[in-house]
């Protein structure tokens, strides 16, 4: 598929309310109650999209939700952190020293049980420089918390930043991976610090493949869900684990306030719709040769991927991480929080 054509069908698709938009195409404050319930109801809206700006914010930086962000990030860098058990949300916006000084805002920062630092974003729009964003990112979020006169740099904070990208990067373009840590190395290859890691998720390099992924790996379980939930089939809804189902429950807009479901539709009018970037970059990536399964059309591949996720289970690290969360004193209600493996199968493992 070429640009052009991926322009063309993002453009057809995308279909706003025109009438409360003003010159520079953003809304005029909140859309009215009815002008929101009518909008849901003529885009037959029921779940909203993780990756948009709104939905990926509500599901992850809510005091509500925080259990679904622990899970998120022990399922992709604990690994790196250890084990997370509590985060607290910090203010988004880091001012420099001096008020004409640079200042950043996250899409949301957040630090664990160890004072580690943790920037999340979402990433939805291409920016040529995106790297160079991140290392002024993570040089904030480690200098805003130093102290003065500390000059044996004791207390350095460890910082992560973990990216989730509508779009393929071009750093990785033409690599298979969707997945990816990048970390400071020496010549050998040898890890020189371990305290500021960054990691990315392309997204429609995962689409691209979701017929041939294991669904038994649970980073593939959630990436599934952010991907997907907007297209989950109803019959689908009994396979899935209980974290996925915690994720699907929290993004039925039938849950929201009225000011939400306002909040909602404003964004989706004043922004390009995010799944068509996804399926955009994802043709993207099957034209650059990415392997997707020949034959195995994207609902044969979910229900192929979920069949593969029942049967194979826990895969032997991860059973040893759970064991080491109990040997901690954690509780198996507080593992199975974590963890988002049931409470059953938890205490099957203390006896």
């Known amino acids: 598929m070429s640009k052009r054509t991926r322009k063309q069908k993002r453009k057809q698709r995308s279909t706003p309310l025109q009438q409360i938009k003003n010159n520079n195409g953003k809304t005029k404050g909140l859309p009215t109650l009815q002008e929101t319930e009518d909008y849901i109801r003529e885009h ?15 599901l992850l930086a809510s005091e509500r939700n925080k259990d679904i962000l622990i899970h998120l990030l022990y399922a992709f860098i604990s690994e790196d952190t250890g084990i997370i058990t509590d985060v607290s949300y910090l203010p988004t916006e880091l001012l420099g020293i001096k008020k004409e000084d640079k ?33 002024v990112y993570t040089s904030f979020a480690t200098v805003q918390n130093l102290k003065p006169g ?59 493949q979701l017929g041939t992924i294991d669904m038994g790996d649970e980073r593939n379980r959630l990436l ?14 009994n396979n899935l684990t209980p974290m996925q189902l915690r994720f699907y429950e929290e993004c039925q807009i039938t849950n929201f306030t009225d000011m939400e479901k306002q909040d909602y539709v404003k964004s989706l009018m004043e922004y390009p719709s995010v799944q068509e970037m996804v ?18 059309g994207i609902e044969q591949g979910i229900k192929r991927g979920l069949q593969q996720g029942l049967q194979q289970g826990l895969a032997q690290g991860r059973s040893e991480l759970i064991h080491r969360m109990l040997e901690n004193g954690l509780a198996p209600e507080r593992v199975a929080d974590i963890t988002g493996i049931g409470l059953d199968e938890i205490q099957g493992m203390v006896c």
């Open 279 to 296: 399926e955009c970059e994802r043709d993207e990536a099957k034209e650059e040769g990415i392997q997707i399964g020949i034959g195995l």
């Open 150 to 208: 500390d000059d044996k740099y004791e207390h350095v904070p460890r910082v992560y930043s973990f990216n989730m990208m509508s779009y393929n990067l071009q750093e990785f373009k033409g690599r298979e991976n969707f997945f990816w840590k990048v970390c400071l190395k020496d010549d050998d290859n040898e890890i020189f610090t371990k305290n500021t890691a960054y990691y990315f998720v392309e997204l429609s390099k995962f689409a691209a």
């Open 224 to 237: 599934y869900m952010f991907t997907n939930v907007v297209y989950l089939p109803k019959k689908e809804i």
């Open 44 to 58: 037959n809206l029921e779940v909203i999209n993780p990756l948009s700006d709104f939905g990926f914010k509500r």
């Open 103 to 135: 200042y950043v805002r996250f899409d949301l920062y957040c630090k664990n049980q160890d004072n580690d630092r943790f920037i999340v974003e979402m990433q939805n729009g291409k920016q040529q420089h995106y790297a160079d964003r991140l290392r």
